[in-house]
């Protein structure tokens, strides 16, 4: 058994194509979660099992990730940022840190909500003696995703894509967290572009390297946050509950005497809800927000800075920084962007 796994490499150098026209306005990383950054909830998970030095294998956006994360302090971690000069594709982001990468390290795509005991993944992998360890899901249906097909010990034998169901029975699909030995990088070619799911993953299992899939024993939440329907999704689930060491200090969960509040919601600094507004269910309000007299908000997020006018309905919709939302305004579904 090697020593604890204490670095780990986040994958944040994509455009979020899926979760426009948000992004088109910040990169995805930063992009608010219940008033933190997307991003964030990854480095808290890392900083709860001990690991603290993190780099962010970047493309583009790289200037705001910087702002918005800083050194990683607040996060409980310890952030190092290698920004790409052309994109390098998955694999290729972290091929691009082999000069760093000397010892095992954990891997992880960087749009994840994610609640899973970390300490078990790496405690497996240093175990196997694996050259990369899959940290799986069992999900109903596989169709959705990259089915991983294991043996009855967990060594990984086949990837199939597009399957509608498992031969198994096991119904197992990457959850986008690995751990890597050093020797994986061996494996990705130098100054281009190349992909883990399509090449660097596949390949490795045709060179005859040995690879674990790893399904932990409390799977907990997990959530591709990465479209704006599972952004929302996210949303929802972490004001339910959904990963309770987190800590909403700003969430109300009893509702108000006035009954403007219907839980739960979360609300940021300065927020003013004029009489007759009601919000809730699974509301957030970004800070220096206003909702108008008269105004109902149901399953929203509203990010920092907007103005919702009187006798508006809400629902399902995501509102940018500082847009206003004309009085009388109805709108089911959606992202209103400044």
Not at 52 to 67: P, S
Not at 211 to 231: F, H, I, K, M, R
Not at 309 to 328: M, N, Q
Request: proline share 6%.
């Amino acid at each position: 058994m090697g020593q604890a796994i204490t670095r780990a490499v986040l994958i944040v150098g994509g455009r979020g194509t899926r979760l426009r026209p948000l992004t088109l306005l910040r990169p995805k990383a930063t992009v608010p979660l219940l008033n933190r950054p997307l991003l964030a909830y990854e480095l808290m998970l890392l900083a709860r099992y001990g690991v603290r030095d993190v780099i962010l294998a970047m493309g583009y956006g790289a200037d705001a990730v910087r702002e918005t994360l800083g050194d990683g302090g607040p996060w409980g971690v310890q952030l190092t940022y290698v920004e790409e000069t052309e994109p390098l594709g998955t694999a290729g982001a972290v091929g691009n840190l082999r000069e760093t990468l000397d010892g095992p390290f954990i891997a992880m795509n960087g749009d994840l909500v994610y609640d899973v005991d970390i300490a078990a993944v790496t405690t497996a992998h240093q175990a196997s003696g694996a050259a990369l360890t899959f940290c799986l899901r069992s999900v109903p249906d596989v169709s959705r995703f990259g089915l991983i097909e294991c043996d009855a010990t967990g060594w990984v034998r086949a990837f199939r894509e597009k399957q509608s169901a498992d031969p198994t029975g096991r119904n197992t699909v990457n959850s986008g967290l690995y751990v890597m030995s050093p020797q994986v990088l061996d494996h990705i070619p130098r100054g281009r572009a190349y992909s883990n799911e399509t090449e660097l993953f596949p390949g490795l299992l045709q060179a005859g390297l040995s690879l674990l899939g790893y399904v932990p024993e409390n799977q907990g939440y997990w959530a591709d946050a990465g479209t704006l329907e599972s952004y929302l999704e996210a949303s929802r689930c972490l004001l339910d509950g959904a990963i309770p060491w987190l800590g909403l200090s700003a969430t109300d969960h009893g509702g108000d005497a006035e009954g403007r509040i219907v839980p739960p919601v979360h609300r940021g600094r300065n927020v003013s809800i004029a009489p007759g507004a009601v919000l809730g269910p699974h509301v957030c309000l970004g800070d220096d927000c206003q909702v108008g007299a008269g105004s109902r908000l149901s399953n929203c997020i509203l990010w920092d800075k907007v103005s919702v006018g009187a006798h508006c309905v809400l629902s399902g919709v995501v509102v940018s920084d500082g847009v206003t939302i004309p009085a009388g305004t109805h709108r089911d579904g959606g992202a209103v962007v400044q």
